[in-house]
């Protein structure tokens, strides 16, 4: 995430330093640096984009499979203690 965010913050900046060399000022370079730098972001950090996206849908698939291991761990206790209770 971290590589992914520094990356669309030089695009950013770089963007930035663009405008004001062709003559943008106050608002109007912010804004042009924000659209501009938005735009190519989305083709150009698409690689990094998804590499982020599969560590985070791998994290939430092995929470889910501790989440799920838990469950059953706790249902077979549950199990055995109600089946040591009914004897």
């Given at each position: 995430m971290?590589?992914?965010t520094v990356l669309r913050l030089l695009m950013f900046l770089g963007?930035?330093?663009l405008g004001y060399l062709i003559g943008l000022r106050e608002i109007w370079l912010v804004v042009v640096a924000a659209l501009g730098s938005m735009a190519v972001s989305f083709f150009v950090l698409a690689g990094p984009r998804e590499e982020f996206s599969r560590k985070?849908?791998?994290r939430v698939e092995q929470r889910?499979?501790?989440a799920s291991e838990r469950r059953?761990?706790?249902q077979v206790e549950d199990d055995e203690d109600g089946g040591a209770a009914h004897a």
């Open positions: 971290a590589r992914y963007f930035i330093c985070v849908a791998a889910q499979a501790r059953s761990d706790e």
